[in-house]
């Protein structure tokens, strides 16, 4: 039975750099099992509305400017800090149909493919049970299955780089001639083009054309197709970010209108952005910081296979052994790219220098950065597992089989039950009073209240520095509090931008959360600056929204510093609209009724 994985996968010590043969009727046998599951599975999670996901609402506004012929822009302004391969193939799909859901299942559909492609290259290294058993535990992981109603750009990734890594294998073991080649050319191509970290991409691409080649001659055809790989991510690389390169005006422009990259002050990710009980602290020396970074290098993997752990964040202790699971883990996949490298397979060790990049070079752990690798991630541990059996067998306790079995029911265990709440928070008839604890509802209120109001601010930012825009202009502030801790995010600026599809503003100088006698007059000096006339404001969350939940009181009483009371605040949350007035340079609450169902087009394209 499937669910105890028997011992019966080819032998770690005779693995071949061929597919090994399998009965074509197990292969398809799995296949479809793995894929009916998983498409059912995917399916459930789909609704007909926007999920808020920062990055998303980058990506689909971008999308829409491409859509509406306005070029790739963001903000009405230049895009830099994205490759427009993503945005692209969604604006494709905009000019036939302007719903997120269908943008939604371009998504699902993109990340199906690439689980289903993985199955196959499982297939090269474990029978068609545990080939069919990985693909299914990967496409159940929460950072996976989350990326089907996000629209963030990963599923277009993992489609490409699951595909050219089939065809490197099948290069590899000499099914693919000149087609294949071409094939691999041109995915490499898109791979850099929908996302930077696509250079990285070309390690495991060439580990793959490589492995078993040493001795041979350098000019052979798997050389160079290696070499061909490595030059064209590379070089769609540069040459992408030298045609987005701003000139000195569209960068001082664009920094004003919140199109760069997120501040680099302390802040989480917003996967990891739940609960934090360490102070917020200055900048570290570079080797404090890059030793953290090491020493987090667990956390990225226990996030990925136990998303639950995350919350561990509470507790320093708990924190501690999440993070020594993740290095056991990482542990394991050590050992076998070492002992794969020996004998001539470079695959996994390709995979440890691309997690190890990913790792010291992102300051905070976020596994969804992993999920391009998530399946070479688990049937590397499957097959590292078969690997410890064969080299120390345990006759009176078979601890491998064990710990085999404790890492099969652990990690569908706890992906479960996120995905079975998921499913609830989707599935329900008030989707925004659920999603997050409702902290997006007030934004979305405070938009369709704007844009029920007469136009009066300009459809486009000047290209010209120097002029001020026109007032009207809508003002988001993108500090926050987290649990008392000023934190910033740029996801508020980007959801008013994907649903007003007007120029928007982020506060320059302010209150970190909401507005203060002693504060106002650097408000008001802003206001009068940028010419605005709305000002939105995330109010401090009370009590702290935790995913779909809200923190119970008394954690959050533990949690909050220590110069803070949250008794002394009142139950608040969301987004409060304010009105400024110029002449009497006041701030007026404006009330924003209620909205239910919208939005499930994309806002300026109904």
Same mark, same amino acid.
């Given at each position: ?43 459930l ?52 149909s302007?719903s997120f ?45 989350s990326?089907?109603?996000f629209?963030?750009?990963e599923?277009?990734y993992?489609l ?6 089939? *065809? +490197? =294998?099948?290069?590899?073991? !000499?099914?693919?001639? /000149?087609?294949?080649? #071409?094939?691999? $050319? &041109?995915?490499?191509?898109? *791979? +850099? =083009?929908?996302r930077?970290? !696509?250079?990285?991409? /070309?390690?495991?691409? #060439?580990?793959? $054309? &490589? ?14 197709? /290696? ?47 739940t ?13 404090v ?22 919350f ?73 597992l ?8 345990m ?39 659920t ?21 009066r ?30 934190r ?7 959801s ?26 650097r ?8 010419h ?29 510093k ?13 987004w ?5 007035n ?17 939005p ?7």
């Open positions: 039975m499937v669910f105890f994985f028997p011992m019966t996968e080819l032998p770690a010590e005779t693995l071949q750099f061929a597919s090994p043969a399998y009965s074509g009727r197990d292969v398809l046998r799995w296949f479809w099992a793995a894929a009916s599951v998983l498409l059912v599975a995917y399916l999670l789909q609704n007909p509305y926007w999920v808020p996901g920062g990055d998303s609402d980058f990506y689909v506004a971008v999308a829409r400017s491409m859509a509406l012929g306005q070029g790739f822009k963001y903000n009405g302004l230049p895009v830099a800090i994205s490759p427009p391969g993503w945005p692209w193939l969604m604006a494709q799909v905009l000019r036939f302007t859901l269908a943008l939604k299942l371009l998504t699902m559909l993109c990340m199906y493919a690439s689980l289903l492609i993985s199955y196959f290259i499982a297939l090269r290294f474990v029978r068609p049970a545990t080939a069919a058993v990985c693909i299914l535990l990967c496409g159940l992981l929460m950072p996976v299955y990326l089907t109603y629209t963030h750009s599923g277009m993992c490409l780089s699951a595909w050219a890594l089939l *065809i +490197a =294998l099948r290069l590899r073991e !000499g099914r693919s001639g /000149a087609v294949g080649i #071409v094939t691999l $050319l &041109l995915l490499c191509v898109g *791979i +850099a =083009l929908t930077w970290a !696509g250079l990285l991409q /070309a390690i495991p691409l #060439v580990a793959v $054309l &490589l492995s078993g080649k040493r001795g041979t001659p350098w000019f052979t055809r798997h050389w160079k197709t /290696a070499l061909a790989v490595f030059l064209i991510c590379a070089g769609t690389f540069a040459a992408a970010r030298i045609m987005q390169k701003l000139t000195v005006d569209e960068v001082l422009l664009s920094k004003q209108y919140g199109n760069g990259e997120d501040s680099d002050e302390p802040e989480l990710p917003p996967e990891t952005a609960v934090s009980a360490l102070p917020t602290k200055g900048k570290n020396s570079l080797p910081e890059y030793t953290q970074r090491f020493l987090n290098a667990g956390k990225w993997f226990a996030w990925l296979l136990w998303q639950p752990s995350r561990a964040s509470v507790n320093k202790y708990l924190d501690f052994f999440v993070g020594l699971i993740g290095w056991g883990v990482i542990g394991l996949l050590a050992w076998l790219a070492i002992d794969s490298f020996r004998r001539g397979e470079w695959l996994w060790i390709s995979l440890a220098i691309y997690c190890g990049a990913l790792c010291m070079n992102w300051p905070n752990p976020n596994s969804r950065y992993f999920v391009p690798v998530a399946p070479l991630i688990l049937i590397g541990l499957f097959l590292v078969q690997l410890g059996r064969e080299r120390y067998p006759r009176a306790f078979d601890g491998w089989k064990w710990l085999r079995r404790g890492l099969f029911y652990t990690v569908l265990l706890a992906n479960l039950a996120m995905y079975g709440v998921d499913v609830i928070v989707m599935r329900s008839s008030h989707f925004y009073d999603f997050e604890a409702g902290q997006h509802k007030d934004l979305i209120n405070a938009a369709r209240y704007l844009l029920a109001l007469p136009q601010p300009p459809t486009t930012i000047p290209a010209d520095q120097q002029v001020q825009p026109g007032e009207g202009n809508l003002i988001v502030n993108e500090r926050y509090e987290n649990l008392g801790r000023v910033y995010s740029a996801a508020g600026t980007r008013m931008v994907l649903l007003m599809d007007r120029p928007v503003k982020p506060l320059q100088h302010g209150s970190p959360s909401r507005l203060m006698d002693d504060f106002q007059p408000l008001t000096r802003e206001m009068n600056r940028v605005g006339e709305f000002l939105l404001i995330q109010k401090p969350a009370m009590p702290w929204r935790l995913w779909h939940f809200k923190l119970p009181m008394a954690l959050q009483t533990r949690l909050m220590p110069t803070t009371n949250p008794t002394d605040r009142e139950p608040s949350g969301g409060r609209l304010y009105h400024y110029r002449d009497t340079r006041t701030f007026t609450l404006q009330p924003t009724p209620s909205v239910d169902d919208w499930t087009h994309v806002p300026g394209m109904e």
